[in-house]
């Protein structure tokens, strides 16, 4: 197991080398510029921003710097945030993306195995019905819906949540974001757990153990729930990476100072080295929770073996 980790992470080290540097020559080949405006500045004052960026040089020197600085763990200085480097940005913001994006999984991973799990003990009844469609309309009805619906109802019209601003994490700001964010990933493995819950009901070991006189809470739990999890262990790898590392429309609808609202204020303000450092931390985060994830496939299924 120890050599399959290590082998994983040293054959990641490739995979982050291409992320990085097709990211890097993909934001350069795009037109424009981070301090391009409306009212272009005036050459010296536009000259001395490219020197103190270092984007008075080639391309590849560019690469190169930016590389070195990286590997220093150096995302460098903001273009568009200057009075904060981008290592600052993210040491704010980060830790708020994986404390939403946390909630969410957790929120997801039990209600979502819940109702799955009724579904598929219920199959074809009232309760199997309700909960497909309500996983139905989870997939369908995309965020950007969801988050001004419960805003306008809870927040506006109820006033009982507040409809925007993290509060310092406070439990009433953090509801609805939460909640919002969490409701597709409840679909998904609802309908995940459903659909491997019923074949593993119907499997021989599960049979044997009904022949053996064991309780439903049993049968269900210990012996049925285990296999019947693999399909959302493997689902939960880039779902976890999403997640924790912030939504784009969430935190941007809610005004969450995560990473994903950086994300799109360096996009749109051709921030190149605040995109950059989110597409690394986002690449890596997907790595590692995939890495997570095939662990704890092993440990689940004794059939797969890392030799």
Same mark, same amino acid.
Not at 65 to 88: A, T
């Given at each position: 197991?120890?050599?399959?980790?290590?082998?994983?992470?040293?054959?990641?080290?490739?995979?982050?080398?291409?992320?990085?540097?097709?990211?890097?020559?993909?934001?350069?080949?795009?037109?424009?510029?981070?301090?391009?405006?409306?009212?272009?500045?005036?050459?010296?004052?536009?000259?001395?921003?490219?020197?103190?960026?270092?984007?008075?040089?080639?391309?590849?020197?560019?690469?190169?710097?930016?590389?070195?600085?990286?590997?220093?763990?150096?995302?460098?200085?903001?273009?568009?945030?200057?009075?904060?480097?981008?290592?600052?940005?993210?040491?704010?913001?980060?830790?708020?993306?994986?404390?939403?994006?946390?909630? *969410? #999984?957790?929120? =997801?991973?039990?209600?979502?195995?819940?109702?799955?799990?009724? !579904? $598929?003990?219920?199959?074809?009844? @009232?309760?199997?019905?309700?909960?497909?469609?309500?996983?139905?309309?989870?997939?369908?009805?995309?965020?950007?819906?969801?988050?001004?619906?419960?805003?306008?109802?809870?927040?506006?019209?109820?006033?009982?949540?507040?409809?925007?601003?993290?509060?310092?994490?406070?439990?009433?700001?953090?509801?609805?974001?939460?909640?919002?964010?969490?409701?597709?990933?409840?679909?998904?493995?609802?309908?995940?757990?459903?659909?491997?819950?019923?074949?593993?009901?119907?499997?021989?070991?599960?049979?044997?153990a009904r022949a053996y006189?064991?309780?439903?809470?049993?049968?269900?739990?210990?012996? *049925? #729930?285990?296999? =019947?999890?693999?399909?959302?262990?493997?689902?939960?790898?880039? !779902? $976890?990476?999403?997640?924790?590392? @912030?939504?784009?429309?969430?935190?941007?609808?809610?005004g969450i100072p995560g990473?994903?609202?950086?994300?799109?204020?360096?996009?749109?303000?051709?921030?190149?080295?605040?995109?950059?450092?989110?597409?690394?931390?986002?690449?890596?985060?997907?790595?590692?929770?995939?890495?997570?994830?095939?662990?704890?496939?092993?440990?689940?299924?004794?059939?797969?073996?890392?030799?």
């Amino acid at each position: 197991m120890v050599r399959y980790i290590l082998g994983r992470l040293l054959s990641a080290i490739p995979t982050l080398f291409l992320i990085i540097t097709i990211s890097f020559f993909l934001m350069r080949v795009a037109p424009g510029g981070p301090f391009d405006l409306e009212r272009p500045l005036e050459a010296k004052v536009m000259e001395n921003l490219n020197k103190m960026y270092n984007l008075d040089k080639s391309l590849w020197e560019q690469y190169i710097i930016y590389m070195k600085n990286v590997l220093q763990g150096d995302f460098g200085p903001s273009f568009f945030f200057r009075d904060f480097s981008i290592n600052e940005l993210f040491a704010q913001s980060l830790p708020i993306s994986i404390q939403l994006g946390l909630s *969410a #999984l957790t929120l =997801a991973l039990i209600v979502g195995g819940i109702m799955g799990v009724s !579904a $598929a003990i219920k199959q074809n009844r @009232g309760v199997d019905y309700a909960v497909m469609t309500a996983a139905t309309l989870g997939v369908t009805i995309p965020n950007f819906v969801v988050a001004p619906c419960l805003t306008l109802f809870l927040g506006v019209y109820l006033g009982w949540l507040p409809v925007g601003g993290w509060g310092g994490g406070a439990f009433v700001n953090v509801i609805l974001p939460v909640v919002t964010l969490a409701l597709p990933q409840i679909a998904v493995i609802a309908r995940l757990t459903r659909g491997s819950m019923i074949e593993a009901l119907r499997s021989n070991h599960v049979r044997t153990a009904r022949a053996y006189g064991l309780s439903g809470y049993t049968i269900i739990v210990v012996h *049925a #729930l285990r296999g =019947a999890i693999l399909p959302v262990v493997s689902y939960m790898g880039p !779902a $976890a990476a999403a997640l924790l590392t @912030g939504s784009v429309v969430i935190e941007t609808i809610f005004g969450i100072p995560g990473i994903g609202r950086y994300f799109v204020q360096g996009a749109l303000n051709r921030d190149y080295t605040l995109v950059m450092g989110t597409v690394v931390v986002v690449a890596c985060f997907v790595i590692i929770f995939n890495l997570i994830v095939d662990v704890l496939y092993a440990a689940l299924d004794p059939r797969v073996r890392f030799d």
